[in-house]
Nanobody
Framework: QVQLVESGGGLVQAGGSLRLSCAASGRTFSRYQMGWFRQAPGKEREFVSAITWSATTYYTDSVKGRFTISRHNAKNTVYLQMNSLKPEDTAVYYC??????????????????WGQGTQVTVSS
């Protein structure tokens, strides 16, 4: 079982920036595929971004050019830099890890470990 702890959420005005962090337990973090998802009130959890063990990145269309995912394997941490934030980015953001098996970055079902989430609120 991998423990994931998100941080960095908060309240920001539209156009502002936040950087989310997700610290993971485990000795083989460098082999994990990592993802970020978000869930707004009344909506389903949706894919935001992912990064593979080889640093291949994926983004949902609505955040391309604004969000950047990265990882620091020595710190067991994955980041999500969010720029030019919009009110529609308001949601609870979850970090997730795929530690084994077939990996489909856009599918929540492919991730076997989840963090508790961090709230991001963007005011207009």
């Amino acid at each position: 079982q991998v423990q994931l702890v998100e941080s960095g959420g908060g309240l920001v005005q539209a156009g502002g920036s936040l950087r989310l962090s997700c610290a993971a337990s485990g000795r083989t973090f460098s082999r994990y595929q990592m993802g970020w998802f978000r869930q707004a009130p009344g909506k389903e959890r949706e894919f935001v971004s992912a990064i593979t063990w080889s640093a291949t990145t994926y983004y949902t269309d609505s955040v391309k050019g604004r969000f950047t995912i990265s990882r620091h394997n020595a710190k067991n941490t994955v980041y999500l830099q969010m720029n030019s934030l919009k009110p529609e980015d308001t949601a609870v953001y979850y970090c997730a890890a795929n530690t084994y098996g077939t990996y489909q970055p856009y599918s929540p079902a492919t991730y076997d470990n989840w963090g508790q989430g961090t709230q991001v609120t963007v005011s207009s």
